[in-house]
């Protein structure tokens, strides 16, 4: 398997396993312990439904089924009260905009893959200098899998826009979640 084009739910998984050693988490405002439950079963609705978009499809076609899988939002639930994101978040997610903006504007490869790599360092950078707490983090980190979905699927097939659409989705849902004074900024 292509190290670049690894579906969706492994990618959460990844993202997801480096919630210890990754994204600092805030022990000052502690979740419950039903608010981690409640994080960990929408992390897995949303790797199960992953899952079973990346299943749909054979491996000839697998930069198709990232960009297929990578279309599931983290669930938001009813009358969710938006999340305070850091100063870290803000400025990783403004990134990210910026170079999903810069990604529909471009018209050649070369282009397309550094608008690839601007979005994976910003996502790199969220995942070592964030701090949140649990369930606000699990939610990123499938925010963040979904993007760098996105940017794998792109590298496979830079002609294919269809990932930078998702990209957008992922931004949207992040929006959904978080309070970001920034929101709508550059996308």
Known sequence: MNVKQI??????ALALGTLAPGCTQDTSSAA????????TAQADQ???SASDAAG?????????????AAGVDFPVPDHHVQWEPDAPLIEGMSRVRAAIGSLEQ???EATI??????????????FENCSLPVEP??????????LMAGTQALQADPSD?????DMHGAVANYEALFDDPNEGAGS
């Open 32 to 39: 419950s312990a039903a608010s981690d439950a409640t994080a």
């Open 46 to 48: 949303a790797a199960t």
């Open 106 to 108: 471009a018209s050649d």
């Open 56 to 68: 749909a499809h054979d491996d000839d076609h697998h930069g198709h089924d990232t960009a297929h």
């Open 161 to 165: 826009a269809a990932p930078v659409h």
């Open 137 to 146: 983090d699990v939610a990123l980190h499938a925010v963040l899998a979904r």
């Open 7 to 12: 579906p969706l739910v492994a990618a959460l």
């Open 113 to 126: 893959l550094a608008g690839a790599a601007e979005v994976d360092a910003a996502v790199e950078y969220m």
